[in-house]
């Protein structure tokens, strides 16, 4: 009967803290690539151009665009999250998302875009201290979404 216990406590622990583990697998760089970055049949200015222009019908603020290096950074703008639970704390939370592009010429008429999407969230308390947690955007629809976009605004600027 002992001997039964133990071995009952000891799957228990091993289950508990086996659940803990995530077990989402982490993508490669090459994976992460992949999804960020997408190459359009247009000149690079166009596709700079076009780039900024998307980032700006989605509600993002430009914070940066040099067009001789094709890098650009955005932000949206900042989103109160404070739960119920953080508010009755007095620790106010704030979420925003971040954004670059790096728009690079691969040959003459070949560009390649690569998007970057960033949640940042962040809390403060009524004591001074603060709190930042950043992840990285993953999901792909939300890239492919955004190159749609770009593509629809590289063919109208290129139309004209």
């Known amino acids: 009967m002992r001997h039964t216990f133990s071995i009952a406590i000891l799957v228990g622990a ?12 982490q993508k490669t760089s090459l994976e992460i690539q992949a999804i960020q ?22 509600g993002y603020i430009i914070e940066s665009a040099d067009k001789d290096t094709g890098f650009i950074t955005a ?25 670059t592009a790096f728009v690079e010429e691969l040959r003459p008429g070949l560009t390649k875009v690569r998007l970057n999407f960033v949640v940042s969230n962040s809390s403060s308390s009524a004591y001074g201290q603060n709190s930042a947690h950043d992840n990285v955007i993953e999901d792909p629809k939300v890239y492919e979404t955004a190159f749609n976009k770009i593509g629809d605004a590289i063919f109208i600027r290129s139309g004209s």
Do not use: H, I, Y
Not at 14 to 25: H, I, M, N, Q, R
Not at 75 to 99: C, E, I, L, Y
């Open 75 to 99: 932000k949206s703008a900042t989103k109160n999250s404070t739960g119920f639970w953080a508010a009755m704390g007095g620790v106010p939370q704030n979420t925003k998302t971040n954004a």
């Open 14 to 25: 091993t289950f508990l803290f086996t659940g803990c583990v995530s077990t989402k697998p």
């Open 37 to 58: 970055s997408k190459s359009f049949e247009a000149k690079r200015n166009v596709a700079f151009a076009s780039t900024l222009s998307v980032f700006q019908d989605l």
